[in-house]
């Protein structure tokens, strides 16, 4: 039974960053994804960055590219996401996921349908 837990949101200035965790308990598939997704209010959840726990290739949405990292520690069954120079835009719930096994795709690494199980979500907002 795979669960994941995330951490790190709050608040923040717009410019600011926060860094956001997420561990998960039980196995870690050697080829699955982990993938970081948000949902504002009045709006759909949207997949923002995705790694491939296998290798390390990374996807991101155009809206945090270059502004937001994901990265891995599989020692530590954790997946971060960094999130730099925020805006206002960034208000939202965000959540990690994770897939089941599977090879790397980058479309579907962004897309919900992908991903089977999910954090419960933690809070983000970004004041200007």
């Known amino acids: 039974q795979v669960q994941l837990m995330e951490s790190g949101g709050g608040s923040a200035q717009a410019g600011g960053s926060l860094r956001l965790s997420c561990v998960t308990t039980?196995?870690?598939?050697?080829?699955?994804?982990r993938g970081w997704f948000r949902q504002a209010p009045g709006k759909e959840r949207e997949g923002i960055a995705a790694?491939?726990?296998?290798?390390?290739?990374?996807n991101y949405a155009d809206s945090v590219k270059g502004r937001f990292t994901i990265s891995q520690d599989n020692s530590k069954k954790t997946v971060y996401l960094q999130l730099n120079n925020l805006e206002p835009d960034d208000t939202a719930i965000y959540y990690c996921?994770?897939?089941?096994?599977?090879?790397?795709?980058?479309?579907?690494?962004?897309?919900?349908?992908?991903?089977?199980?999910w954090g419960p979500g933690t809070q983000v907002t970004v004041s200007s």
């Open positions: 996921a994770a897939t089941g096994p599977r090879s790397w795709n980058r479309w579907a690494s962004l897309d919900q349908s992908t991903y089977v199980n």
């Open positions: 790694i491939f726990t296998a290798s390390g290739t990374t």
């Open positions: 039980g196995n870690v598939l050697t080829n699955s994804y």
